[in-house]
């Protein structure tokens, strides 16, 4: 009887010999013979086809059936000893190991694995995976607001990069600060005093990976369980499914031409949070005023709550100077201010900061390194220096003039070709502006027809309310795409957009989710 096992030869098995052999179904494939031997024992032993206390072939014998060294057998061995997954005892050879048919037999009386959909209802918080979910769709789509990396200076940055790995040796290979890295902390500290009007010294800052990672932060350590999350209405999709899933009550208060409407607030804010986006509120754009400013400060003061206040692309500010923070005109230590380095320079950076009121900074530290670790100290120091040199300041001019003429571009291809009923909203700071739409409009059906192709990204501005009745309009990216891939999208657009108009209503459509990072 002859026996041939692909790509290590063929043998004669002697009547009376142990058929393993037989079992062996190895083709030719990556890695070592005594990798591939090992592995086809491994899965044998797993699948209950060499049972518990089956004794194996010796080395000498398994070797001369299967055309190879013993080297090769004696090391596919010596793995599976040590793994466990078999014994080898003199006199009585190699076998496998009982305790393995000990696990095995649990296994088969466990119950039967279920598909992973359905293993949802296992977890004790299920909202951060349902939830996150509607994060990862809003991911495969592109949300809006994305810069255009192309016209990031990437020769600076890999001339900055070089040097600091010269100049700092193996000092960048360490995990670093746990509250950042020193010199970035100094540098953002001069840069939102001298840009966005923030009182702060370093020590108030606290580096992390991302806008979603400080917010988590905050809802870690200052909303207590079913504490209340007073979000805008509309509003930052993935804040308010943050706040969802760790259990808050999230409570919409609506936006008009002024912001928030803070006369709307709750008398008692104990145990109360607000997300607020004052500069550039999203995805409206407006700005809140200065009165509403002064009025939900002095609510946080008189209640006791928190203020985040998200200032996620106020640097690109396309007439006049940018606005201040609100976190400028607190003097109760209530607000907490959120800026991104992922929204203005490029989304792979991965870094984001927290300027926090002076008593909370140490529980933040010691929170933050509980949860995780810093961001990488190499981009955190050329990060520090792009900064520091004023290569982030020549790049925010040339990135101003660059976004500003898209959106110019923009509007004028729109106002020509989809007619008066579209009314456009402020556009004069960030990467995107809404065109407001008739309420009879189906904007979340609309949004279907711009072929993806065209990459500019579209979205319903409907699906960012919680409250009725949600106006209807479109969000319009214009930060990765050409003054000639708009003028495209625009007249591609123009003709399901008029159907869409004169019939007050398009057919269904999916629901369209978008995520900032």
């Known amino acids: 009887m002859s026996t041939t096992t692909a790509g290590l030869g063929k043998r004669t098995r002697p009547k009376g010999r142990p058929s393993v052999v037989e079992l062996l179904d190895m083709e030719p494939g990556d890695g070592t013979l005594h990798a591939r031997l090992y592995r086809q024992l491994r899965e044998r032993v797993l699948a209950g086809v060499l049972r518990a206390g089956a004794r194996l072939p010796s080395a000498r014998t398994l070797a001369a059936d299967l055309g190879v060294s013993r080297n090769t057998v004696e090391a596919a061995y010596g793995q599976l000893q040590a793994e466990g997954f078999v014994e080898r005892r003199v006199g009585a050879g190699t076998v496998v190991a009982e305790s393995i048919g000990n696990t095995l037999a649990l296994r088969s009386k466990g119950p039967t694995s279920a598909p992973v959909a359905r293993r949802a209802s296992t977890l004790a918080r299920p909202a951060f995976a349902s939830l996150g979910e509607l994060e990862l769709e809003g991911d495969q789509l592109g949300g809006p607001c994305v810069v255009d990396v192309r016209h990031f200076p990437l020769g600076v940055w ?39 009007g923030v009182r702060c010294d370093p020590s108030q800052i606290v580096v992390v990976h991302s806008t ?50 803070v006369q709307s607030l709750p008398p008692d804010g104990d ?14 754009g407006v700005t809140l005023s200065l009165s509403r400013r002064l009025e939900l400060l002095r609510w ?119 007619g008066p009923a579209v009314r456009f909203g402020p556009a ?53 795409a050409s003054p000639l891939l708009l003028r495209r999208a625009v007249d591609t657009f123009a003709a399901p957009l008029r159907e869409a108009l004169s019939a007050g209503t398009v057919s269904p459509g999916r629901r369209v989710r978008h995520i900032r990072t």
Do not use: C
């Open 300 to 418: 946080a003061a008189t209640t006791g709550a928190w203020i985040l206040e998200d200032d996620y692309d106020s640097e690109f500010r396309h007439d006049g100077r940018p606005i201040a923070a609100l976190q400028g005109l607190d003097r109760a230590g209530r607000v907490i201010y959120l800026g991104t380095w992922n929204k203005i320079l490029f989304p792979g950076l991965r870094l984001a900061y927290l300027v926090l009121p002076t008593p909370e900074v140490g529980a933040f530290v010691a929170a933050r390194r509980l949860m995780d670790g810093p961001p990488p100290q190499l981009q955190q120091s050329v990060l520090a220096q792009f900064i520091a040199d004023g290569h982030l300041a020549a790049y925010l001019r040339s990135a101003r003039q660059h976004y500003t003429r898209r959106r110019d571009v923009l509007i004028e291809a729109a106002q020509g070709a989809w």
């Open 428 to 480: 004069s700071t960030g990467l995107h502006l809404v065109a407001h739409l008739p309420p009879s409009t189906d904007d979340l059906a609309l949004v279907t027809h711009l072929p993806s192709t065209l990459r500019v990204g579209l979205g319903a501005l409907s699906a960012y309310y919680d409250m009725a009745p949600a106006a209807k309009g479109l969000l319009l990216s214009y930060g990765t």
């Open 158 to 196: 890999t001339r900055l990069m070089g040097r600091a790995m010269r100049r700092d040796s193996t000092a960048w290979l360490y995990a670093g600060d746990s509250q950042g890295h020193p010199a970035l902390r100094r540098s953002i500290a001069d840069h939102v005093a001298l840009t966005r």
């Open 271 to 284: 145990r109360s949070l607000v997300y607020v986006t004052p500069s550039h509120q999203y995805p409206l």
């Open 212 to 261: 979603q990672q400080a917010l988590d932060l905050i809802t870690r350590l200052l909303l207590p369980p079913g504490g209340t999350a007073i979000v805008e209405d509309p509003g930052y999709l993935g804040a308010k499914r943050l706040f969802a899933a760790a259990g808050a009550r999230v409570v919409p208060l609506p936006v008009d031409e002024q912001g928030l409407r």
